[in-house]
T-cell receptor, first 115, second 114 residues
Framework: SAVISQKPSRDICQRGTSLTIQCQVD?????MFWYRQQPGQSLTLIAT?????????ESGFVIDKFPISRPNLTFSTLTVSNMSPEDSSIYLC????????????FGSGTRLTVV | GENVEQHPSTLSVQEGDSAVIKCTYS??????FPWYKQELGKRPQLIID?????GEKKDQRIAVTLNKTAKHFSLHITETQPEDSAVYFC?????????????FGQGTILTVHP
């Protein structure tokens, strides 16, 4: 299966600052997806990142708050900007399994705490 | 957009019993339905998925059934074991988009008592 390296694994940040999360995949993938999982909650899609084009954001998420980069087919970053305690969540990236068939796998996640 | 409802929110069973978790979805055009297992502090892991051209899929103790007419699908775990204890999420893709753009159910906390 696809191996996704996501970092940092966790961080504690001051409100008003920004954190950039990195996601590195061991194979080339067309699309990468960023999700948020608030404490004790389900997963919510933030945006889809395609190489060579602007990311597309879901309702309730905006580029100014969650800028995304996708410089090549194996790497993406998500920045959480101007953080507040409400941004405390686990952030996960997801890609399609190289075997195809529609299965999607997740990175190990970044546990963010904003104080 | 897609709306996914999952029930029950918690499920407690004795080891060896069966467990069933049900999800309904809103968009009749949806055609891919994965189930994820998330253990405490870990990433969600895909355990089984089904496409709309089949009604049931099995993988050892795990099965998923799909009723497209009623727009619901279910996860069945037989002969449960304590290591099955986790949070389970169903999901469905936003219709007409990549299967990776998933809408998740609210999750079911499954506890298997030895």
């Amino acid at each position: 299966s696809a191996v996704i390296s996501q970092k940092p694994s966790r961080d504690i940040c001051q409100r008003g600052t920004s954190l950039t999360i990195q996601c590195q995949v061991d194979s080339q993938v067309t699309m990468m997806f960023w999700y948020r999982q608030q404490p004790g909650q389900s997963l919510t899609l933030i945006a889809t990142a395609n190489q060579g084009s602007e990311a597309t954001y879901e309702s309730g998420f905006v580029i100014d708050k969650f800028p995304i980069s996708r410089p090549n087919l194996t790497f993406s970053t998500l920045t959480v900007s101007n953080m507040s305690p409400e941004d405390s969540s686990i952030y996960l990236c997801s890609v399609e399994e190289p075997r195809g068939g529609g299965g999607y796998t997740f990175g190990s996640g970044t546990r963010l705490t904003v104080v | 957009g897609e709306n996914v409802e999952q029930h029950p929110s918690t499920l407690s069973v004795q080891e060896g019993d069966s467990a069933v978790i049900k999800c309904t979805y809103s968009d009749s055009a949806s055609n891919y339905f994965p189930w994820y297992k998330q253990e405490l502090g870990k990433r969600p892991q895909l355990i089984i998925d089904i496409r709309s051209n089949v009604g049931e899929k099995k993988d050892q103790r795990i099965a998923v059934t799909l009723n497209k007419t009623a727009k619901h699908f279910s996860l069945h775990i037989t002969e449960t074991q304590p290591e099955d204890s986790a949070v389970y999420f169903c999901a469905a893709p936003q219709a007409g988009t990549s299967y990776g753009k998933l809408t998740f159910g609210q999750g079911t906390i499954l506890t298997v008592h030895p």
